[in-house]
């Protein structure tokens, strides 16, 4: 019990931070603060698909691009309600991140990180390059989406459409929580631990797998949709194939069973970049500093920082917990 | 009446025949023993059965049902329940979310009743862990529901994936080789439990194993496999003094 | 190189293009698989260490004005002595960890080289190539054909390359150590092999390989960091075709590769019709050669 006070005491605190030190800060600030709650949603369908189902995934960020041109081809070309252009953002999502499952099934692992990464490239310079499509990847402009009202208040402020942003995190936060203490986050973890064993018991592995595939590209979607609207305007360069690459390092990094982590790598995603650029280090150097992280924490530290934060904070109050081995360090073995 | 028929069922790999032209049938409400030396192909054929591995020839029927198109998955569903040689507990998870994944996979609940915690969620919850605990308690296991099944000792893993089979509630119970691994009072134990199961669920069951003792203790009917074929069918007085049989297979374990 | 419209007449010449990018893409899917069979490690990061050693011979050659054969040299050096690095420093002590781990680890070192390559040299801009021959060339009779004696020379060290690597393999102690340290490292240390000496040696040989790719393609393609460090998709794609173990099937995969790339800029004007032909050999490859079970390649 006293793990689960801990662990609410944690969350309380962490919403009140973030809640309230943005009020503080200039409308800058404040525009980095909706991004990074974007970017959490971004990572927490991460946590989805490598987390529970220990498939890892490059193209995430694909999955995050068809969000975002999906709403801006709606929302800018059509001039469609943003909500409405949304639903059928996360939808179109859900149903590639499907597509790309299928093959998936029959692989695991390796193949399946590089098909992961072919899929990124595929769409990263062939679909989103000027010509190949460009009434849904707008061509050379930029589509043009501007900031929605939600049930009537405007969210053009930097401070609202954060808080926005944050309560959106929240609730896909608590949905995914939802799933991971639930039926869905067993039969997935049981999918991770044997297929085989899993199938012997009457799960249809192949629908639950797809499921999870759609469900973390649909969310991967939701936040590309919300971070055009964040950022007023989509144009294909946010969404390469490094982005894909360095968010699901970063995941790594930080752990990718843990929502905290999403909410921890998102924050670094851009707080470091934002940090290095007051420094003489150019924010450039951030891929860098990642790419260094990982090798040295899968040296070190293998199941994920935050992870062994915990662990850490957990043995110095007196309370050791075994936990199992990350999803990612431990699937592969089986190829 | 048959309740699992098995017709000439042969299974290639590659050049490698692993069981060939296999018949036989399973009454309901029987123990039916399986033996026969390693590699003599139970594992392959218990594989067929649930579907694992498709058979390269013949039929077999469930149930009054012709099952060898069907997925594993489906299989299980119909009512076929399995236990493995090598110990298939998903380690990581609770001795208490093993037993309830079967619970699970019937429950009609899915993504969305989970994410919303809609009240079909909490109650089918509640069902699952209803009857992992009922389960437990039949097998004397109560007690360790929040143990890692990987953190148990292996006589204990083995009773706890036969519970996890049973919470499947299934008609025909699949055990390949229950007693490996188990010391002499454990195996008691077993023998002791199987009918018991039986009483309690009129569970069918098919069992393999090495343990002549155990097998012809506890089973109605024996068949022996030996290089892939039947060798040898019928109550445990007669297949024990066979000749074929004590060539094959139970000479071979006294030498 | 955009076209409106097909031109059948430049066919040959296309060919010619793609089988030299075929033979490029040959070197680099070779080092590759030396990597991955000796050592069980996929390594994500062979395309920035092609690149880095690539931009290692730029700089020799292109801005220092070194003969560009000291450039070949200064980048084979360099991309030995970091595969051996990689190897030696974040991939040894990983051992007794899943093959996932490790191959993460190469992300990682895609990742810094990356970075390091865009800042020194800058991500975007585009680079005069390291021309190690001159790009005149010959006219071959009654077809419209001209053969650039760089071109030749390309396809000339990939080919030598290639029969090269199988050589060392078939007839050299180091090679044979390989092919037993990839059977099985165990049974190869029980023989006396040092395994951790040979799988060094199978970083350093393909990490070089990788490097003399690199250089040679820069006349070819868009020289830029990002540019090369994608290579390592078109050796997957190659490697793939050889299913991660044979060498002259992943030569076949990565010749047909370029070609696959090459042809549809004759008839489609899309800047991305490469990584089209890439993706769906990719998908084909995969769905056709790897059947679950068959997928159960050897891993350390």
């Known amino acids: 019990m006293t793990d689960k006070r801990l662990r609410h005491g944690t969350i309380v605190a962490g919403l009140l931070v973030a809640i309230v030190v943005p009020l503080f800060l200039s409308d800058y600030y404040q525009y980095e603060a909706s991004e990074i709650a974007v970017l959490a949603i971004l990572v927490l369908s991460l946590v989805l698909i490598t987390g529970f189902v220990g498939q890892i995934s490059f193209c995430q960020y694909s999955f995050a691009a068809i969000g975002a041109f999906t709403v801006g081809s709606l929302v800018g070309g059509h001039h469609w309600s943003f909500w409405l252009a949304l639903v059928v953002a996360v939808a179109f999502s859900a149903v590639v991140g499907i597509l790309v499952g299928i093959p998936a099934l029959r692989l695991s692992g390796l193949f399946l990180a590089i098909l992961t990464v072919a899929v990124a490239l595929f769409f990263d310079r062939f679909l989103l390059a000027p010509g190949t499509w460009d009434s849904f990847s ?61 199938s012997m018991i009457g799960i249809d592995v192949t629908l639950w797998k797809l499921a999870a595939f759609g469900l973390s590209a649909g969310l991967a979607g939701l936040a590309g949709g919300l971070l055009a609207a964040d950022v007023g305007a989509v144009s294909p360069p946010s969404f390469d194939f490094l982005h894909s690459v360095t968010i699901a390092a970063l995941a790594t990094v930080m752990g990718v ?45 293998p199941q994920g920082a935050i992870v062994k934060m915990t662990e850490d904070v957990k043995r110095l109050i007196g309370r050791s917990t075994t936990d199992d081995p990350p999803a990612v360090t431990k699937e592969l073995a089986k190829v | 009446m048959s309740l699992l028929e098995v017709d000439g069922v042969s299974v290639r790999f590659g050049g490698v025949r692993a069981l060939s032209n296999v018949t036989f049938h399973v009454n309901r409400g029987e123990i039916f023993g399986l033996v026969g030396p390693n590699g003599a192909g139970k594992t392959t054929l218990f594989n067929a059965v649930t579907g694992v591995v498709r058979p390269t020839t013949g039929r077999i029927c469930f149930d009054e049902q012709e099952i060898g198109h069907l997925k594993p998955h489906k299989r299980a569903r119909l009512g076929i329940g399995r236990t493995f040689q090598n110990l298939q507990l998903f380690g990581a998870m609770t ?86 691994g188990l010391d002499a009072r454990e195996t008691a134990e077993l023998a002791e439990a199987l009918p018991r199961i039986r009483e309690r669920f009129g569970t069918t069951m098919l069992l393999v194993d090495h343990d002549m003792a155990l097998v012809m203790r506890v089973c109605d009917h024996i068949t022996v496999l030996d290089f892939g074929e039947v060798i040898c069918s019928g109550p445990p007085e007669v297949v024990q003094k066979d000749e074929r049989v004590i060539r094959a297979y139970l000479g071979e374990e006294v030498a | 190189m955009l076209l409106a419209s097909a031109n059948f007449g430049l066919l040959p010449s296309y060919t010619v293009i793609g089988l030299v990018l075929g033979g490029t893409f040959a070197l680099a899917a070779i080092g590759l698989v030396l990597i991955y069979r000796v050592s069980g490690v996929l390594h994500f990061g062979h395309g920035a260490v092609a ?34 690095l990689i190897e030696r420093f974040t991939i040894r002590p990983l051992r007794d960890r899943p ?12 990742l810094v080289l990356q970075t390091l390559a865009g800042a020194i040299w800058k991500n975007t801009a585009y680079h005069r190539p390291v021309q190690l021959v001159s790009r005149s060339g010959f006219k071959v009779p009654l077809i419209h054909l001209i053969i650039g004696y760089d071109q030749l020379t390309t396809m000339i060290v990939a080919v ?23 059977d099985d490292p165990d049974s190869a240390r029980l023989w006396g ?26 006349p070819l393609i868009s020289f830029t960091t990002f540019a090369l460090t994608l290579i390592v998709i078109d050796a997957f794609t190659a490697a793939l075709i050889g299913r991660l173990q044979s060498l002259p099937l992943t030569v076949v995969g990565a010749v047909f590769l370029g070609l696959a790339q090459t042809y549809p800029r004759a008839f489609v004007s899309n800047a991305g019709s490469g990584e089209v032909a890439t993706f769906l050999l990719v998908i084909v490859t995969l769905l056709v050669l790897f059947r679950p079970g068959t997928s159960r390649v050897r891993l350390a």
Not at chain 1, 263 to 291: C, K, M, N, R, W
Not at chain 2, 115 to 131: C, K, M
Not at chain 3, 99 to 110: D, M, R, Y
Request: net charge positive; glycine share 10%.
């Open chain 3, 99 to 110: 093959a996932l781990t490790k191959v993460v680890v190469t992300i990682g070192w895609l």
């Open chain 1, 138 to 198: 707008g061509g050379l402009e930029p589509w043009k989406i501007g900031r929605p009202s939600f049930v009537g208040i405007g969210l053009e402020g930097p401070y609202a459409y954060y808080a926005f942003a944050l309560a959106a995190f929240v609730v896909v936060a608590w949905l995914v929580w939802n799933l991971r203490i639930g039926k869905t986050g067993r039969v997935l973890r049981a999918i991770r631990g044997s297929e085989i064993a899993a």
């Open chain 3, 160 to 182: 030598a390359l290639a029969l090269g690597t199988a050589a060392l393999l078939r007839y050299t102690t180091l090679g044979i150590s390989m092919r037993a340290v990839a």
């Open chain 3, 193 to 218: 092999v040092n395994v951790d000496r040979v799988t060094a040696a199978s970083w350093m040989v393909g990490s070089a390989m990788a490097a003399i790719a690199g250089v040679l393609i820069t």
């Open chain 2, 95 to 180: 001795v208490l979310e093993n037993l309830m994944l079967p619970v699970d996979a019937f429950a009609r609940r899915g993504i969305v009743s989970d994410a919303f915690r809609l009240p079909t969620a909490s109650f089918e919850e509640r069902r699952a862990s209803e009857r992992a605990r009922a389960t437990l308690h039949l097998l004397h296991l109560d007690g360790i529901d929040d143990q890692r099944a990987n953190d148990l000792p292996v006589g204990m893993q083995r009773r706890v994936e036969l519970a996890r089979a049973l919470c499947l509630r299934p008609k025909l119970l699949l055990l390949d080789e229950p007693a490996s």
């Open chain 1, 257 to 301: 069973e843990s929502i905290g982590g999403a909410a921890v790598g998102a924050f670094a995603l851009i707080g470091i970049p934002e940090i290095l650029s007051h420094t003489p280090i150019s924010p450039d150097y951030f891929q860098l500093i990642v790419g260094v992280a990982l090798i040295v924490q899968l040296v070190f530290a």
């Open chain 3, 51 to 84: 690149m880095f050693s690539t931009f290692i011979a730029y700089t020799v050659a292109v801005e220092w004005g070194l003969p560009s054969i000291l450039g070949l040299f200064a980048a084979i050096i360099f991309g030995a002595g970091l595969g051996y």
